[in-house]
């Protein structure tokens, strides 16, 4: 083939049967761990995790956000619906504004040295009754709501990622030191005068005052 000809070969895959001829079929089991409720052992790992990333989407585009508490901050209500508390945080909301708009979510549950994770997706509702709220209460304060997620499908992914990324591993780790910090990324991009250094050496003593 002419390096003419090269250049016009696209590489870019457009179709689900390019997807499917490129990856082949997905083994039984791959295809048998997605099942629209909670099994004992899925929530045997929710209530053990005490970190989740949740994704949202509406119509201005995609969110996903970090969401953390110590182990059982997650409960599961029943086999298709659990339920936690959305925690003081920058006040931005993108992730519940997308609920409002689409209540379409996905969830993706870790936990510390364990290399699988477990992945939800379903339909979000939130909601400030106070009773709920009382039920999710931590430190003595009160979260301003609660997101319920009704389940449509669950699973288990393998270890692969976790494996690949070393992430549990002390070898993984990095100094912090090499790292922007919070306040010379926020200063760097701040539209107005802002003290990077200043708001580093706060931040300690503010993350114990407001983290609820």
Known sequence: MQDADLKSVSHEITSIEQLEELYGSPKQISIDKEVGYISEHY???IE???FFALSTVAEEGTDCSPRGDPAGFVKVIDEKTIEFADRRGNNRIDSLRNIVR???VSLLFMIPGIGE???INGKASISK???RLEAH???GKLPKSIITVTV???YFQCQKAIYRSGLWTEEAKVDRKTIPSAGQMAQSLSKVEFDGAAYDKAYPARLKETAY
């Open 43 to 45: 929530k045997t790992f």
């Open 48 to 50: 053990a995790s005490p």
């Open 102 to 104: 689409d209540p379409r």
């Open 117 to 119: 994770t477990v992945r």
């Open 129 to 131: 009754d106070p009773a």
């Open 137 to 139: 209460m931590m430190e």
């Open 152 to 154: 449509d499908t669950i």
